[in-house]
C-alpha cells in the first residue's frame, strides 16, 4: 500500500458529493447504487431475519434500503468513523450505530452481515483478522454478502484512481475476497459480477442478471455462510 489510511472523517461534508461525480455517468442517483446491493442482499438471504449487521455503514446510505427491505430485522451499523456515524445517526432515528475500534467488543450475534465498499480500504495485513471478527459476529448458519469494487473493469480503477478517498484503496479480486472468507472459517455459496447496465438502460436490465459470470460488472459481490 503506498498511502497512509483514509480518514472519512475528513469526508463526510462532500462523500456523496464526490460519489455522484465519479459515478454520475451511471446512475444520477447515488442512491441508485445503496437500493441496487440491498436488493441482491434481499434475494440472498432468507426471509424473517431478526438481526443485521452493516459494517463500515459510513454515513449510512444503506440503511434507510436495508429497513425497507428488512422490516421484520432490527438494523445495526458500524464503522471507524465517529463523524460518519453521527451523520448516520442523525439521518436515521431509532437505528443503533457503534464505533469501530481495536477494542470493540460485541456480544450480540447477527444473522446477515452485510459490507459494501470496505474492504479495499482495510490494509492488506488487517483483512484476514476482520474477516474473522465478522465470523465471530455471525450467528451459527447465518449469511454474510460482501460487495467490492471490481478491479478487472478498466472503468471501475479509473474511478477508484480519481477519488480522493480511495487514494488508500488496494483492490481485491474476488479470488482474494473469496480465499478470506474461506480462511475466516465461511464457506462460499454464491456469488457475481453486477451493475452493468446503468437505470437509463433499465429496458437491459433483463440481461444484467445472466452476466454475472462475467468479469466486466463495475462491482461483485460474494456470499458466505457460518457453518450451523
Ligand atoms: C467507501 S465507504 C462505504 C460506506 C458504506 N458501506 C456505503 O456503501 O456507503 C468505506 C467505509 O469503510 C469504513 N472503514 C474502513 N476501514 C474500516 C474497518 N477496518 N472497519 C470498519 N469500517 C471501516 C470507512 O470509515 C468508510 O466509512
Known amino acids: 500500500?503506498?498511502?497512509?489510511?483514509?480518514?472519512?472523517?475528513?469526508?463526510?461534508?462532500?462523500?456523496?458529493?464526490?460519489?455522484?461525480?465519479?459515478?454520475?455517468?451511471?446512475?444520477?442517483s447515488e442512491a441508485y447504487f445503496a437500493k441496487y446491493k440491498v436488493d441482491i442482499l434481499r434475494r440472498e438471504v432468507p426471509v424473517g431475519v431478526k438481526r443485521l449487521l452493516e459494517y463500515g455503514c459510513g454515513i449510512g446510505r444503506n440503511i434507510p434500503f436495508l429497513r425497507a427491505a428488512f422490516p421484520e430485522a432490527t438494523i445495526t451499523?458500524?464503522?471507524?468513523?465517529?463523524?460518519?456515524?453521527?451523520?448516520?445517526?442523525?439521518?436515521?432515528?431509532?437505528?443503533?450505530?457503534?464505533?469501530?475500534?481495536?477494542?470493540?467488543?460485541?456480544?450480540?450475534?447477527?444473522?446477515?452481515?452485510?459490507?459494501?465498499?470496505?474492504?479495499?480500504?482495510?490494509?492488506?495485513?488487517e483483512r484476514a483478522a476482520v474477516m474473522r471478527t465478522l465470523f465471530l459476529r455471525l450467528s451459527p448458519g447465518g449469511t454474510i454478502v460482501v460487495f467490492e469494487?471490481?478491479?478487472?473493469?478498466?472503468?471501475?480503477?479509473?474511478?477508484?484512481?480519481?477519488?480522493?478517498y480511495d487514494r488508500d484503496a488496494v483492490l481485491l479480486r474476488p479470488s482474494e475476497l473469496r480465499e478470506l472468507l474461506v480462511g475466516a472459517g465461511l464457506p462460499v455459496r454464491h456469488g457475481a459480477y453486477c451493475l452493468f447496465v446503468p437505470p437509463s438502460l433499465s429496458v437491459l436490465m433483463p440481461i444484467e442478471a445472466k452476466l454475472g459470470w462475467l468479469p466486466l460488472g463495475g462491482q461483485y459481490w460474494v456470499k458466505a455462510t457460518r457453518p450451523a
Open 77 to 125: 451499523g458500524s464503522d471507524i468513523s465517529e463523524a460518519s456515524l453521527e451523520i448516520a445517526r442523525k439521518e436515521n432515528p431509532g437505528v443503533e450505530f457503534f464505533l469501530e475500534h481495536a477494542d470493540t467488543d460485541v456480544a450480540d450475534l447477527y444473522e446477515v452481515i452485510f459490507i459494501a465498499g470496505v474492504f479495499h480500504h482495510i490494509p492488506l495485513g
Open 149 to 164: 469494487h471490481n478491479p478487472y473493469n478498466p472503468v471501475t480503477r479509473r474511478i477508484v484512481n480519481d477519488c480522493p
Open 1 to 28: 500500500m503506498n498511502e497512509p489510511k483514509v480518514d472519512f472523517d475528513d469526508y463526510t461534508e462532500n462523500y456523496n458529493s464526490l460519489l455522484r461525480e465519479s459515478t454520475g455517468f451511471f446512475s444520477e
